[in-house]
């Protein structure tokens, strides 16, 4: 399978439109390429783990890729992953995920929402950290959110008309 994405990246302060090449299924390549015909790739288990592989090698050169799986906040759950982390979960620490917190992962995001992979990463180890917590469980939003977890639904990118 291969795909073709635009995706936003900002460069130098500047947001521009690259476009990312999205191959394989199971191992996955991702090729970020620019207008100017620079180009980076990656290779991962799937496409979630593609592009945190690609954004560490990126960041010491200022490029920042501006999509969902690059926020501090997502992860993709083990389901989403088997499938090659085409979505992924955004984490709250005050309430449990649900199907209304699904994104697309290549899907733009707002560069401020845009952190490192260690950033990630220690936002997901905070996550698991406060969710084994006693007290998660007294929280009343918490209980609204996992007893109303099947009403909304995932925020996908609708299909534009021509």
Same mark, same amino acid.
């Given at each position: 399978m291969v795909d073709e994405l635009p /995706? $936003?990246?900002?460069?130098?302060?500047?947001?521009?439109?690259?476009? &990312?090449?999205?191959?394989?299924?199971? +191992?996955?390549?991702? =090729?970020? $390429?620019?207008?100017?015909?620079? @180009?980076?790739?990656?290779?991962?288990?799937?496409?979630?783990?593609? &592009? $945190?592989?690609?954004?560490a090698? &990126?960041?010491?050169?200022? /490029?920042?890729?501006?999509?969902?799986?690059?926020?501090v906040d997502v992860r993709p759950s083990g389901l989403a992953a088997s499938q090659g982390s085409w979505v992924v979960y955004v984490l709250h620490r005050w309430r449990p995920v649900t199907v209304r917190d699904l994104v697309s992962t290549f899907? +733009?995001?707002? +560069?401020?929402?845009?952190?490192?992979? @260690?950033?990630?990463?220690?936002?997901? @180890? =905070?996550? &698991?950290?406060?969710?084994?917590?006693w007290f998660t469980s007294l929280n009343p939003v918490w209980w609204a959110y996992f007893l109303t977890a099947s009403w909304g639904r995932p925020k996908f990118r609708r299909p534009q008309s021509p």
């Open positions: /995706v $936003r990246v900002q460069v130098d302060g500047q947001v521009v439109r690259w476009r &990312l090449v999205v191959e394989g299924d199971g +191992p996955w390549v991702l =090729t970020l $390429r620019s207008p100017a015909g620079s @180009e980076c790739s990656a290779e991962g288990d799937d496409v979630f783990d593609a &592009l $945190r592989s690609m954004r090698e &990126l960041a010491p050169r200022g /490029v920042k890729v501006c999509c969902n799986g690059a926020r899907d +733009p995001c707002d +560069p401020d929402q845009v952190g490192s992979v @260690e950033a990630q990463d220690a936002y997901w @180890e =905070t996550y &698991l950290a406060d969710r084994g917590k």
